[in-house]
């Protein structure tokens, strides 16, 4: 099963959002996001590229981002700029130095391409 990954969208503005997904044309919506509250957006690493857009009740307020974005931020915030628009700030997801995670032991499924379930009863025969 593939992980997915949870990336917070949180609406700092005066104004109730609507997340949209972009689908060949047009954008169809997903969720309405009220003032002060937060929406989390499930993604998956290998994810085809998916554009989403953010909207106010007043069409000149748009913002769009992809899974790209969601992937490589944990929390996108979005605030109102003077001059009626949207601004997003982004927190980076925050990720450990090579030499601080510690490799696990090898398994015998980590270098023989089996599912889990069939090493586990080869384990058992033997």
């Not at 605030?79 to 980076?92: C, F, I, N, W, Y």
């Amino acid at each position: 099963m593939e992980k997915r990954l949870v990336t917070r969208i949180i609406n700092q503005t005066k104004q109730r959002l609507t997340l949209r997904v972009r689908d060949q044309n047009h954008f169809s919506k997903l969720v309405t996001i009220d003032i002060g509250e937060e929406y989390k957006m499930k993604t998956g690493l290998h994810w085809a590229h998916q554009e989403f857009s953010l909207e106010t009740s007043i069409a000149a307020k748009k913002l769009t981002f992809n899974t790209d974005d969601c992937c490589e931020s944990e929390r996108i915030t979005i605030h109102d700029l003077p001059g009626g628009k949207l601004e997003a700030h982004r927190v980076a997801r925050t990720q450990l130095q090579p030499g601080v995670v510690e490799k696990p032991a090898p398994r015998l499924n980590s270098w023989i391409c089996l599912p889990e379930t069939l090493v586990c009863r080869f384990l058992q025969w033997q």
